[in-house]
């Protein structure tokens, strides 16, 4: 090598750091992805044999009703005199719209049946009821 001779360099693509950064990347989206909810947190109550969970989120509008008896439609809570206007607003910007309702573990029958009129009076007919697998149930039950 001449002084004043430019170097020949060696382009060579180093993918190692890259493939670091996405598998952290995944890693931090796989526990994040369950705590990302459109609900407010509830207790919700156990049963034996909930209904087929999971699915596809597409279309769905979660009702949740807390331990105060305040009515949320996913994560914006709502007066009551405003909640069938609200629902079928949010309804309007979803395509084939599914209502699911979560009641708190520890409300009343009576105030969940409300939730229920105040759903078919929005104009939607059938609602999804959230639950908890119990543990004790099927643990009982073995």
């Known amino acids: 090598m001449r002084l004043g001779e430019p170097a020949k360099m060696q382009a060579a693509i180093n993918i190692t750091p890259l493939v670091d950064v996405v598998l952290v990347l ?8 369950p705590h990302m909810q459109k609900a407010p947190e509830l207790d919700l109550p156990d049963t034996a044999k909930p209904g087929e969970q999971g699915g596809d989120e597409k279309g769905r509008i979660m009702i949740s009703v807390d331990e105060a008896g ?32 979560r009641g708190a573990s520890n409300l009343n029958f009576y105030e969940v049946r409300q939730a229920m009129i105040a759903i078919e009076q929005a104009g939607f007919q059938g609602v999804g009821l959230a639950a908890r697998r119990s543990t004790t149930a099927v643990a009982q039950k073995d």
């Open 26 to 33: 995944l890693i931090i989206f796989m526990v994040m992805v």
């Open 70 to 101: 305040g009515w949320w439609i996913d994560d914006k809570k709502v007066a009551l005199e405003q909640f069938g206007d609200k629902l079928r607003e949010t309804a309007a910007a979803v395509e084939k719209p599914r209502i699911v309702l």
